[in-house]
Nanobody, 116 residues
């Protein structure tokens, strides 16, 4: 059974940094897309960053370009989201997503709160 487990969320002050991790088990995702989404109360879930495959092309939402970095460790079957210069508007539940042969998998989400 495939599982995605996120970690690394928490409370941080504006301008601070956090690194989210998403560890996959049950299948290898090195050749498959892995992404980070986020959802704030009252808003739709939005794509934050995407990695086509380990070492492949990456894309970012305009709102996080230059501040967030998605990366992958193929040996650990893990995707990361390094978030710098965090803003209050980055507050959301962050979800890891992976797709393998047309099947989508989601993690349980991790809360990120940016506030004084």
């Amino acid at each position: 059974q495939v599982q995605l487990v996120e970690s690394g969320g928490g409370l941080v002050q504006p301008g601070g940094s956090l690194r989210l991790s998403c560890a996959a088990s049950g299948a290898s995702f090195g050749l498959h897309p892995m992404k980070w989404y986020r959802q704030s109360p009252g808003k739709e879930r939005e794509l934050v960053a995407a990695s086509a495959r380990a070492g492949g092309r990456v894309n970012y939402a305009d709102s996080v370009k230059g501040r967030f970095t998605i990366s992958r460790d193929n040996l650990r079957n893990t995707v990361y989201l390094q978030m710098n210069s965090l803003k209050p508007e980055d507050t959301a539940v962050y979800y890891c997503n992976a797709e393998r042969y047309g099947i989508m998998y989601w993690g349980q989400g991790t809360q990120v709160t940016v506030s004084f």
